[in-house]
């Protein structure tokens, strides 16, 4: 027999019930007991969605992040919230959000002002977990309330649990000593709180427990390869079974030290490393189970059973009822309910998968394995119909994009000039003064923006009175900017609800969901627009407001894009064809906007690649083929102009030493980057690189409503100038300005026109 499992739920509820409820709690419009109870049956609901699984999973439902659950089950709170007075939950928010000191709540006297945990990208998903953070005289303690509580509900609901919790190795990989001390040393005081959680959990009769350590696909040195040894030899006596854990990717040098630490079941990941399997079962000692990931747990689409049965059924009859299978990792990162989706394309809406019909898959290769395939004939054969239109579907290939991307030649991606020969073209053609001004792109989404949008949507607001509204706003972005003085002016993006949406909605091959939500961070969630289809581009999306706005004003009118790589790495991508083939799709229309933009006379035109970093794949092994993949795209978008025309590329990271090299040869004459808040030390990459061209250092920080000096401005592009040349220097905020109010806006962009006025005049 076949064990079919899975690894977690989205808890954010079909509706994002937890959302609004969370959001509603810290209002202080809901009480505590609501909340809790909202949780609850969130929490029996999902179990009810599981039913029919051999083994479900307890412990996933989180109120903010498993990550920092983990972080209050083992004891190690920061120290900043230690001692805390109040409410636990509070705590736990107050360690998620942070907290001002000016609270009028309760306990603000004693146990205030607190900063929030530092939040990063769990692996390479778009889910962010909350720091756990370590010094060398870190000491945990057991706190297993929240787990036993939910084991009891799941127990009381004749669930057959299954906890869920991180695993010790992967829990002090991801997390940051403070300072600097070496968190490896504390794995001899973490392991027995580990064993300690297991015992309890062995007392209350759970059988197996699912240990996640999807660090095991990255490069692990000796050290902590040498710590899984420690830490499962040390876990091994006690009365759990213990299922470890791995996804995200392959275990490539770490499949011998996964397939033999001593535990009695690995989870791995076939739809990244299939080809992985077979070596790993030759490696696999012959009690252990397998857990065989084959129902891509990242992406939307259907499976396709057939193959997947091809394949798994001789591994069935081999390992027998030690094969299991499951989702590839935690369903938390796929939307929960496809038959909520009213207004899908019915065509595509027939590919696709969520949570909810993932498990039904699941179910489906439990029963063909457990009982051959003709038990689920009629199923197998619809999965295959759909599966087949997918591929056969006019609207998925189209050969006019095929034969395009068939054609890119380097040519396409190389400028008539380089940068030297074209510099001063360029600035002979837009005669800016040295430390020229600009902004990032988008300035206040204003509620009215929003209503015009939301009416024009709903069908309330026909197309004159939207063009109208947004005209205006158009029009009020270029007067305040004149008066500003700025010297490049933007037309603000009040049309763009978000920057890949927009476009994605204009573009042929793209499909939106209406409640395809997924957990980004909290309470927070992204509706990752679907990518099913080669991509084309059916009239121009931006030009309209661009060259409105270019015709209220003398200055500058930067055109303003979103880059194919950003697009792609937000979207729900394709499966049937290599990411580097949907971008580069995505660089070819994207590059027609920009010559039409060109051609309408625009003469400088950025292209945001706020999201090309965090592609990077999670082994190093593999970033060069991604950085080639993705600068070259980023090159046929941009290089077709004439050497006249400026290009600008905007990247909102504070990292950029693994990437100079490659940020280089996209050779944008002007990166703009994030920069305040690291006093511009990392533009030290860039001197350290001799980088080229022309470069916009953030000058403040657009996260927080306070009103940079002029004098702190100076400061930095000074510090800025002992790094890059001031005639290559340009002077702009961090990011763009879309979340920040017009008053804010107006002091902070008056400071940073006055700053360049003053380096000027002492230049
Ligand atoms: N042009 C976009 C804006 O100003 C860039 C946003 C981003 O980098 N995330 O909002
Ligand atoms: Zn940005």
Redesign the pocket.
């Known amino acids: 027999m076949t064990t079919i499992h899975n690894l977690g739920f989205p808890r954010i509820g079909a509706r994002r019930e937890l959302k609004f409820a969370l959001e509603s709690y810290w209002k202080g419009a809901f009480s505590r007991d609501e909340l809790t109870a909202l949780g609850a049956q969130l929490r029996k609901q999902h179990w009810q969605n599981q039913a029919g699984l051999d083994l479900v999973p307890v412990g996933d439902f989180s109120f903010y992040d498993q990550v920092l659950d983990m972080s209050f089950l083992l004891g190690n709170l920061p120290e900043r919230v230690q001692g805390f007075h109040g409410d636990a939950l509070d705590n736990y928010f107050r360690v998620a959000r942070g907290r001002s000191a000016k609270g009028t709540e309760e306990h603000s006297a004693c146990c205030g002002g607190v900063a929030a945990g530092e939040m990063t990208k769990w692996f390479d998903t778009n889910y962010h977990y909350i720091v756990p953070e370590f010094t060398a005289p870190t000491q945990f303690k057991l706190d297993a309330s929240r787990l036993l509580a939910q084991l009891a509900e799941a127990k009381a609901q004749g669930v057959r649990p299954k906890p869920v919790i991180v695993g010790p190795v992967t829990y002090l990989a991801i997390g940051k000593a403070k300072d600097d001390s070496n968190k490896l040393a504390l794995l001899e005081r973490l392991l027995p709180v580990y064993a300690e959680l297991l015992e309890i959990l062995a007392k209350q009769g759970v059988e197996w427990v699912q240990i996640d350590e999807p660090i095991l696909v990255t490069e692990l040195d000796a050290d902590w390869q040498h710590a899984f040894n420690t830490a499962y030899h040390q876990l091994k006596a006690a009365r759990v079974k213990i299922l470890l854990a791995t996804y995200f990717g392959q275990l490539q040098e770490n499949a011998y030290l996964a397939a033999n630490l001593p535990v009695a079941g690995l989870h791995v990941d076939v739809i990244n490393d299939r080809d992985g399997v077979q070596p790993l079962i030759n490696l696999l000692p012959a009690h252990k189970v397998l857990s065989l990931g084959v129902i891509n747990g990242r992406n939307i689409w259907k499976t396709d059973l057939t193959a997947v049965l091809d394949w798994v059924e001789p591994l069935a009859q081999r390992l027998e009822a030690r094969l299991w299978i499951a989702p590839s990792c935690s369903l938390l990162h796929v939307p929960v309910d496809l038959n909520s989706e009213q207004k899908l394309d019915v065509e595509v809406k027939s590919w696709l998968a969520f949570a909810l019909q993932k498990l039904d898959e699941l179910k489906l290769l439990g029963r063909a394995l457990n009982e051959g395939r003709a038990a689920v004939e009629a199923e197998l054969a619809a999965n295959k119909a759909a599966l087949d239109a997918r591929r056969a579907s006019p609207r998925v290939h189209n050969p006019a994009v095929q034969a395009a991307v068939a054609r890119i030649s380097s040519d396409l991606g190389r400028r008539e000039s380089a940068y030297a020969k074209r510099a001063p073209k360029q600035s002979a053609l837009l005669n800016l003064p040295v430390y020229p001004t600009t ?4 300035f206040p989404q204003t509620a009215e923006i929003r209503h015009a949008r939301s009416e024009f949507k709903a069908g309330r607001l026909d197309h004159p009175g939207y063009q109208a509204a947004m005209r205006a706003e158009i029009e009020r972005s270029v007067r305040e900017q004149e008066k500003l003085g700025l010297d490049v002016l ?1 037309h603000g ?1 009040a049309e ?1 609800n978000d ?1 890949v949406e927009y476009f994605g909605e204009q573009l042929e091959g793209y499909a939106f969901s209406q409640f395809g939500w997924v957990q980004s961070y909290g309470s927070r969630c992204v509706k990752p627009p679907i990518l099913f289809g080669d991509i084309s581009r059916p009239k121009a999306m931006t030009l309209e407001w661009i060259t409105y706005a270019q015709s209220l004003t003398d200055k500058p009118m930067k055109g ?1 894009l ?1 880059g194919p790589v ?1 697009i792609l790495n937000w979207s729900f991508v394709r499966d049937d064809q290599p990411r580097s083939v949907s971008c580069k799709q995505l660089a070819l229309a994207i590059r027609d906007e920009v010559l039409d933009l060109e051609k309408a006379g625009v003469r400088i035109i ?1 292209i ?1 690649e ?2 090309l970093r965090e592609g990077m794949p999670l082994l190093k092994a593999h970033w060069k083929e991604y950085l080639d993949w993705a600068v070259e795209c980023f090159r046929i978008t941009a290089n077709g102009v004439r050497d006249e025309t400026q290009i600008h590329t ?3 990271y504070s990292e950029f030493n693994d990437i100079i090299a490659s940020i280089s040869e996209m050779d944008a004459d002007v990166i703009t980057i994030e920069t305040s808040r690291s006093d511009m030390e990392l533009l030290d990459a860039f001197k350290n690189f001799q980088y080229p061209n022309e470069i916009g250092p953030g000058v403040y920080d657009i996260h927080s409503p306070n009103i940079p000096t002029q004098e702190h401005i100076v400061q930095l592009m000074k510090k800025a100038a002992e790094r890059i040349p001031t005639d290559r220097l340009w002077v702009n905020p961090d ?4 979340t920040r109010q017009w008053p804010e806006v107006i002091a902070a962009l008056a400071n940073m026109v006055s700053a360049a006025k003053a380096l000027r005049a002492s230049a």
């Open positions: 902004t990032i792109g988008s933007v993006e763009r920057m303003m979103t950003t950025q945001d706020a999201a905007h990247m909102c990011c763009g300005l879309k």
